[in-house]
């Protein structure tokens, strides 16, 4: 290690620099899938870079492969060919254990079926990736009611999913995807199950959390939607279309 | 994730799916507890046995009078001719005939009232050499035994069993008092131990006077050197079929006997008889605790579905819980420890279930059970292990779901 004195060697994750480099990048990535004799290409060379800090909107229509781009930038699916870099880092060559850690450390997820667990309570559903990233339990539950009350849902902690409105449910899904202080929120049509209040609702909160310095990316089929961030992202066929750069 | 964690999501599952737990666990602590009882029922039986061997003294042969397969009418039935004598005895006693027996001893037996001041009691009046102790395993609570020389000299020296003693005196310390047998004065020398209980005959309601005694002055006339049983004492365990051998051609030869099939007398040994006894048992036993492992592993494969069908169920939570950052290891272990504290619940209740019943039923079916802290340990490591083994199939199937396959399951 010779040239550890002149390039600083960063091995502590909290001490490690913010990338200046872009976040997310993919290039030419390809994804095939199989099923059987059929394959099915869908994402036919995708090269997508994405800062620190941006927020995107991935649109298009059904099948053109929104969700697959979704999985694959959060660590879920991998590429058949093509190059993911994460931080400047290579996804590919991560194994399940340090997948899973990213997953946990930088990613939050929203999906557009809530995919909250039933039998546990909201603040329960909201301290799960604090779990699996080792925080104490006391410092576990006041985080999660400190997400939940940013969410609007103070008073909801101790209801289970069952007992919530689907924008409720969401709003606890938004609260457990950034409890964690992930770098990186994605979220797979979060209000198409969504009525035009709660929309308004989690699209205020992805606001704030644009405000706060989080990279997101955000998949929708509205327009509405697509026209609250600032660069939307048009997929066609797996292959992007066009980029458009909002205000 | 912590252990705790690990510990509290299982459990947590486990409280989710009450009904379905409660019945898994059923399974493997109907197991337990079988297996518990039957090894304890085992292990008591073969104490029950042994404990009636010593009882009887080790290594016995008993010799009696007359034959057990009378096949003719002239012979008397077995136990009650007078073809053995105290020559006889004598004669088993000599080491060059008889190399394998180690110790003999003769008796002669009738019943006879005994009376201690105003105290009358019947009981079983024995006529024994000095060897009486050492064939029939019997100690002395008190005093001295019958010597050589009381044999010699025909003393009237009597040592009571301990219940006998009760009986004529209200205690056992009872040595220097005399007791009157059919109208003779007797100086009590010892008192014997208590023998504990026997199932056939009380050991403890005897008198024993020297052989010769009672052959001269209890019984006398043609009877006088006849005796009802001779005990003979192998060397050995091993040593008892030669021991069997050396006193049947000795006697025959003795008797004058040429075919075997004519003796005029029985040998028999409870040992043998014993030992067949504990062989049947242990097999009984062996068979018993192979239906009750039976019976495990059945409920250990219970186990094993009811985890696979809680893996399937919650694929998606699996799912979420890796898109949530739980590294295979994490959900691994979550399902093992939901497996193991099934395994657990069924072991500690099935153990607690074998211990109620291991202490009510003795009552209730008059044989012991035997219950070892080794047997109830390995059940219970043998239940979280069954809980393990079982569960490892579907834990690692959950561990190696891949996450987004997980998360599309509906
Ligand atoms: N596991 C799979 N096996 C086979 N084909 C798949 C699989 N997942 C997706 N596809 C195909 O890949 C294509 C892209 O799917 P994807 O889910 O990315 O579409 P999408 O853009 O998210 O559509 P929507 O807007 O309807 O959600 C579709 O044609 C789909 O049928
Ligand atoms: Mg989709």
Redesign the interface.
Known sequence: MSDASVWPVFEDEETEPRPTGPVIQLRGARKTYKSGSIEFEALRGIDLSIADGEYVAVVGPSGSGKSTIMNVLGCLDTLTSGEYLLAGENVEELDEIELAAVRGRRIGFVFQQFHLLPSLSAWRNVELPLVYAGVHRDERRERAVEALTKVGLGDRIDNRPGELSGGQQQRVAVARALVGEPTMILADEPTGNLDSRSTEDVLALFDELHEAGRTIVLITHEHDVAARSRRIVQVRDGLIQSEEVLA | ??WI?TLRTSW?AIV?HKMRSALTVLGILIGIAAVILTVGLGLGTQKDVSSQISSLGSNLLIVSPGSSTSTSGVRGGFGTGTTLTQADATALASKVNAPDIKAVDAEKSASEELTAGSTNWTTTVVGVTPSYLKVRSRTLETGEFITKADENSEASVVVLGSETAQELFGSTRVVGQSVTIDSQTFEVIGVLASSGSNSTSNLDDTALIPLSTMASNLVGGSQANTVSTVYLQATSADALPAAYQEAKSLLLNRHGIAASGDADFTISSQDALVSTATAVYKTLTILLTGIAALSLLVGGIGVMNIMLVSVTERT??IG???????????IRNQFLVEAAILGLTGGVIGAALGVIAALVLPGVIGSSIVLSGAAIGGSLVVAIGIGLVFGVYPATRAAKL???DA?RTE
């Open positions: 994730m912590s964690e947590f989710s998606r939570e979420l819980r890796k898109a949530l950052g739980a590294p295979p290891g994490a891949a996450p987004i998360l």
